[in-house]
């Protein structure tokens, strides 16, 4: 079965807990995007609110809460910002059970390679390692990086950082690509999938569906989100 993970931009602490919410008991894994307004021009919690000043954030990261429902449901970071290798010890202090790096915001591939190779094995072992890649980038640079990851994440468009945004249709190819050079990779989709698109992109190779507006802009979230898993 296809798995399916609901994409949430959370504007602030609210929000994300609402939107949490609202697929708690139904996706036992949820994306957030967090957006720093560098790497991406928008902004998402906690940046949108203060970064490390904001109050719930902070609460969290001194481990005086945890993340919304966190006892119910799995988190998966997507981290598109600048700072996510430099960070890397605060982003795992909100508890995620996987991270996403893009590539585009790395920098040095080769050091990047040796900050994965240098991860703690015990936190390997509890958190999932993922690369994203953009539409333009050429897949070719992600290839040295593969075996030291878990999935690779190829996003749909390259207006990242928004919900909302149409495929582009060159992302078929590049997953044909990746499934073919690499058949067992795990491989996820981030924005524009939708009731046209995901069937073609599970043709294509897909494995992960990461779907935002097509959830949560519909009146029947849960019958949504079987519908789509249904569709592997």
Known sequence: ???????????????????????RGVAPLVQIDICDGVFVPSKTWPFSTGGADDFNFHRILNEEEGMPFWEDIDFELDLLVADAVKNFDIYIKLGAKSIIFHVEAIGNLEEFKNFLEGIDIYIREVIKIGIAINIKTPLEQIFPLINNVDFVQCMGN??????????????????????????????????????????????????????????????????????FRNLG
Do not use: C, H
């Open 1 to 23: 079965m296809i798995e399916i993970i609901p994409a949430i931009l959370p504007k602030n602490y609210e929000d994300l807990k609402n939107k949490i919410a609202l697929v």
């Open 158 to 227: 390259d207006k990242i950082g928004y919900q909302g945004v149409l495929l582009d249709e060159q992302v078929y190819k590049k997953i044909e690509i990746l499934r073919e050079k690499y058949p067992d990779l795990p491989i996820a989709v981030d924005i524009g999938v939708n009731r046209a698109t995901a069937p073609l992109l599970i043709k294509a190779g897909a494995t992960k569906l990461i779907i935002g507006s097509a959830i949560f802009n519909t009146d029947d979230i849960v019958g949504t989100i079987e519908e």
